[in-house]
């Protein structure tokens, strides 16, 4: 059994989880980051506790998929936009508590192991996972193994620029994909296109249920994110010529409405590469994503997972 935490800016989710990638039981609180690291280890602690005795079973060790930038061989935490005042600080400490083994990646590659050895992508060598909510994240599997940049750094795939005159993006750049496809993307455009502005801005889940309705201009938000969506991933493809690429994230939710168009734009952009041999799925593992994934980076990481 393996204890998996999942670190949000906004809430802290912890399970066990079995080899099989079952959750056996699971508890969830705010992250609330701005109490401090040693408030938040000891709030997870609490929360370990909790679901080991729940499941009634012994940990093996605690795999951890976090939010932010980190080193995952030492566990270092790198980035404090969405942790602010824990940088440098290591939630690989729960080892020493627990007197177990324990790893952490980025939460992108955790639900690109989690998507390539139990959900979706199960069976594939090559694999691109993309997680496409507020923001754009995923993970990369070659070979059966993670992939890792300079540094065990990890590829930020929704930061690659699709139009240097596009809006700003969070990383200080224009048009990243991140700015131009995700829900708050969608978001944004609809509510800047509106002639009329009243009420509150609608989320792009709304924004997706009007287009359902024939709504035009929600048609057309829902058009303009299949295809800045195809656009970045044709450009995966022609990167990775992967076997699959698995969609996750809450943007997947609405996934009927853009996926034909996302194909149409992949088949354009694809000329010189075997763009048909790439599997385009949606990711299967449900509400338990992150745990499993947190699980599987453990598994990954000491486990036979990719050996």
């Known amino acids: 059994m393996i204890a998996a935490v ?48 729940d ?3 012994a940990i093996r060790g605690i795999g951890i998929g976090s939010t932010g930038m980190l080193d995952p061989m030492t566990g270092v935490l790198a980035d404090a936009d969405f942790l602010p005042g824990w940088e440098g600080k290591n939630p690989e400490d729960l ?14 590659d955790a639900g690109a192991l989690a998507e390539a050895y139990l959900g979706a992508g199960k069976g594939k060598r090559r694999l691109v996972y993309v997680t496409v909510g507020t923001g754009i994240g995923g993970g990369v599997i070659l070979d059966g193994q993670l992939y890792r940049g300079v540094a065990m750094s990890h590829p930020e795939i929704g930061h690659h620029v699709l139009d240097a005159a ?58 303009r994110e299949g295809y800045y969506l195809g656009l970045g991933l044709a450009n995966l493809i022609n990167l990775f010529v992967p076997d699959a690429i698995v969609l996750g994230g809450g943007m997947m939710q609405s ?53």
């Open 166 to 223: 596009g809006p700003e993006c969070s990383c200080g750049l224009r048009g990243c994909w991140e700015a131009l496809a995700a829900g708050s993307a969608m978001e944004k455009w609809y509510q800047a296109s509106l002639r009329e502005q009243s009420g509150r801005p609608l989320t792009a889940q709304q924004i997706c249920e009007l287009a359902r309705e024939g709504k035009e201009l929600a048609k057309r938000a829902v058009e």
């Open 95 to 108: 080892s020493r508590e627990f007197g177990v083994s324990a790893a952490m990646e980025n939460d992108g």
């Open 55 to 57: 499941a009634g079973r």
């Open 6 to 53: 999942d670190i949000g800016g906004t809430k802290i989710a912890v399970g066990m989880v079995d080899d099989r990638g079952k959750v056996l039981s699971r508890a969830e609180a705010p992250t609330e980051a701005e109490r401090g690291y040693p408030s938040a280890l000891q709030k997870i602690s609490g929360l370990v506790r909790t679901v080991a005795s």
């Open 255 to 307: 996934a009927e409405l853009y996926l034909g168009q996302i194909r149409e734009v992949i088949q354009k952009g694809c000329r010189f590469v075997p763009a048909e041999k790439t599997e385009i799925a949606l990711a299967s593992l449900g509400d338990d994503s992150n745990l499993i994934g947190a699980a599987m980076v453990w598994q990954h990481r000491f486990g036979t997972v990719g050996r």
